[in-house]
């Protein structure tokens, strides 16, 4: 059984920074891409950031770019977002996903096999 358990998530005002954690267990993490995609409100949700199988590409929303790092360690079977400089508009839900195909890098929800259950990242002003 394939399971995404995210952490990390908060309040935290506007300028400031969180580190959302997402650890996955049941699958070989190391031969998928990761990503982080965030659901606001009344909004579908979007990708935010990918990282390839072995961590060396990246892609970003533009909007986070410069502000959010995504990284992995293969070692512990877990991916983090690095968020600095939040603006109240990155208040969304949270959520990880592990990549359906071997490695593969995309941007879709449908690239994407499994899903955490998400945490929230509340920015005020």
């Known amino acids: 059984q394939v399971q995404l358990v995210e952490s990390g998530g908060g309040l935290v005002q506007a300028g400031g920074s969180l580190r959302l954690s997402c650890a996955v267990s049941g699958r070989t993490f190391s031969t998928y891409a990761m990503a982080w995609f965030r659901q606001a409100p009344g909004k579908e949700r979007e990708f935010v950031a990918g990282?390839?199988?072995?961590?060396?590409?990246?892609y970003y929303l533009d909007s986070v770019k410069g502000r959010f790092t995504i990284s992995r360690d293969n070692a512990k079977n877990t991916v983090y977002l690095q968020m600095n400089s939040l603006k109240p508009e990155d208040t969304a839900v949270y959520y990880c996903?592990?990549?359906?195909?071997?490695?593969?890098?995309?941007?879709?929800?449908?690239?994407?096999?499994?899903w955490g259950q998400g945490t929230q990242v509340t920015v005020s002003s």
């Open positions: 990282v390839s199988w072995t961590g060396f590409s990246t």
């Open positions: 996903a592990s990549g359906r195909s071997r490695k593969g890098l995309g941007t879709m929800t449908d690239d994407y096999a499994y």
